[in-house]
Structures are given as C-alpha cells and as structure tokens.
C-alpha cells in the first residue's frame, strides 16, 4: 500500500474489500431477509474458530472505492450488511454516507472491538472473549449474538448480556462445528432463560454465501 492509498483509507474513501455479494441474511433477527452483504477485509480480533481467516489481512484484499461499492450494493437491494473481518477498523462515513444517499438501511455484524463510524440502523454485536467490545456499544446494540463453542461460553454470555439496553435482543448460536453438540445445551438453556433465543446460521443449510 503507497502513502496515498493510506491517506485514502483513514479517509474512509477506499476500503479492503474481500467479497460482496447479494444473498438472504442468514443469522439473527433478520433471517431470511434479502441483503446485500459487504465483507471489509481485516481483523485483529483472532477468534480460533473464525469461519473466515482468510478476511483477516486487509493487505490480500482490493482497495476499492467506497462510494463505487456503495452504489453497486444499492442496485440490488435497500438493506446493507456491512461484515468482516471486522467492519469498524475502518472509517465507515463516506461508505454509510452514500449509502444512506441512496435510500438504504444500513446493518452491521460487529465484536464492537473498535468505536462506532458511520451511519447504523441495525447493530449485530457478536462480542470475543479475545477483544471485549467497547462500552458505548452495548447500549447501542439492536441484537447480541453469542456464540456457543464450550460451557463456559453461557456463562459469557449472560456476563454481556447484562451490559445491553433492555430492547436489545439476545441471541445464542452455536459455533458451526459444534452445533450437534450444542444446540441441544442451548436448547435447554434457552428454556430455563426465555430471555434468549437461538440462532441458527440457515444459510450454511440452504447453500448460499
């Protein structure tokens, strides 16, 4: 990356895109909705488990101009998921900005390991255990998303489900290569906490990105 290409990314005018595709929202409270998803390229986060490694160096991805992207995305379809990776190492203004321009409702699947940019309608907060979110997003959040891997992960999640306003919804999902062993422990925790629901990742059963 030259100097310029730098200046042009803190600018939030160019961003490392590693994929964007039009497909149905998979996960959460707006499962089977018709989305356009941007994956930004770069995460320091380092989830073990993490279904795309290959989205952590933002060096193997394209720069690509940010109100460019936005307008291919708004040809498709009016409700944006921006993912990653983790979307909020960058500056996300001028991305959300355009978008915004251009009638779209704008999501975003997050750690919350970095501060809030840009203009959101809809906060997924999927919080690590290796990078704990910042604390001005747990009361922004719209849904939180836990992901079950082992036991103590309930644990966890009641720990930051207890820093999210009461209107956020909760939601647990198991890591995708522990789901047989999982979801029946989510199941009953879910019974015994009705608070929560699950999450299941329907794209993965449907076969689309």
């Keep these: 990356m030259n100097k310029e290409e730098d200046i042009l990314l ?12 039009y497909t149905l929202q998979g996960e959460g409270a707006h499962t089977g909705k018709a989305s356009y998803f941007i994956r930004l390229g770069g995460c320091d986060v380092g989830c073990h488990w993490c ?17 460019e992207i936005a307008e291919t995305a708004a040809k498709h379809c009016k409700t944006i998921v921006l993912t990653g990776g983790e979307p909020l190492m960058w500056n996300l203004d001028i991305l959300t900005s355009k978008l915004k321009e251009l009638g779209c409702t704008i999501h ?7 501060p ?20 001005e997003i747990y009361e922004k959040a719209s849904e939180l998303k836990v992901i079950i891997f082992n036991q103590h992960d309930f644990t966890f999640a009641q720990e930051q489900a207890a820093k ?9 999902q198991s890591e995708w290569s522990k789901r047989d062993e999982m979801y029946p422990k989510i199941t009953d925790f879910i019974l015994a906490h009705p608070e929560w629901q699950a999450s299941v990742q329907t794209h993965k059963y449907l076969n689309i990105p």
Aim: one cysteine or more; glycine letters at 6%.
């Design 108 to 114: 975003i699947e997050t750690s919350g390991a970095y």
């Design 164 to 172: 999210v306003s009461e209107n956020c919804k909760l939601y647990m």
């Design 51 to 67: 279904d795309v490694k290959e989205s952590w160096d933002p060096n193997l991805h394209p720069l690509m101009n940010a109100e």
């Design 10 to 21: 803190k600018e939030g005018k160019m961003l490392p895109v590693m994929e964007h595709f």
């Design 116 to 135: 809030l940019s840009g203009q959101i309608d809809w906060i997924t907060l999927s919080p690590k255990k290796t990078g704990l979110p910042k604390e």
